[in-house]
């Protein structure tokens, strides 16, 4: 059977830019491809050689969803496989952000945080 990976996800945020900045510093990923979108909106492709993140904005006053995890079609996080957790920790703390979780079991160590949209990411080392 042939390699099965996932390739991106689509998520929409408030400012594609300013997302796109945040995870180039913390994570050092680099901007794949940005500009015109579905709905007259925008998107920034970021992330690295086999995968990234769509971020996109529709160019018009959005909502924020509820809880993610009371809502069928919610993304609950966004894991990120990194080699070094403790350094990728004081980047999102240089970032303005404030870890929250810390969990360490099998197979691996990981702690979590919220950025600007309230987007959760799990932040996982395996090393």
Request: proline fraction near 2%; charge should be negative; glycine fraction near 10%.
């Amino acid at each position: 059977m042939a390699e099965v990976r996932l390739e991106h996800a689509n998520i929409t945020v408030s400012d594609p830019e300013r997302s796109a900045k945040m995870l180039e510093d913390i994570f050092g990923w680099k901007v794949r491809w940005a500009g015109e979108a579905i709905d007259t909106g925008r998107s920034i492709h970021v992330g690295g050689e086999e995968s990234y993140l769509a971020l996109y904005h529709s160019g018009t006053e959005q909502g924020a969803a509820g809880d993610s995890y009371k809502t069928v079609n919610g993304l609950n996080h966004l894991a990120v496989v990194v080699d070094d957790l403790h350094a990728v920790e004081q980047k999102v703390r240089a970032a303005g952000y404030t870890p929250g979780e810390h969990h360490d079991y099998e197979p691996g160590e990981r702690f979590y945080f919220r950025d600007h949209d309230g987007i959760e990411f799990e932040v996982v080392s395996y090393a």
